[in-house]
């Protein structure tokens, strides 16, 4: 089965000067503001396409190191991962920072990186981004 996930922005003005809405389409789970300032200099208040990109990255790496885990034998008891996108105006994005934090009983911490690395590696976001530098920092809890 495929699932298409959609999402919509309607924007209006210039790239600088302007401004837009994102909405998630197919979960109907919400509308986010999004400009170029937020974008190039950061914002509290408004999102970006970068931090969309992170919220897919740091969920499906998510998804992939708790079935990968699972299939070592070692179901997680949590995981917690955070996505860090970096953008440069005019370059454009330079990389994404996979940062996690899991308790994992019976799991030793060499063999959590190793299964991290590779739940990185095996990570569709991961993949669409293969563009980018993504590192990777696991930590056993």
Known sequence: MTVTSEASTAWKGGLT?????VT??????????????????????????EELIAAAHSSCFSMALSNALAENGTPPESIDTTASV??????????????????????????????????KSGCPVSQALAGIEITLEATLA
């Open 86 to 119: 970096t953008f440069k105006p005019g370059t454009g994005i330079t990389g994404s920072h996979l940062n996690v934090n899991a308790v994992v009983p019976g799991l030793s911490p060499e063999d959590f990186e190793r299964i991290a690395q590779a739940a």
């Open 24 to 49: 998630f389409v197919s979960s109907g789970t919400g509308t986010f503001a999004v400009n170029w300032k937020a974008r190039s200099e950061g914002s509290t208040s408004v999102t970006t396409p």
């Open 17 to 21: 000067d302007g401004s837009g809405e």
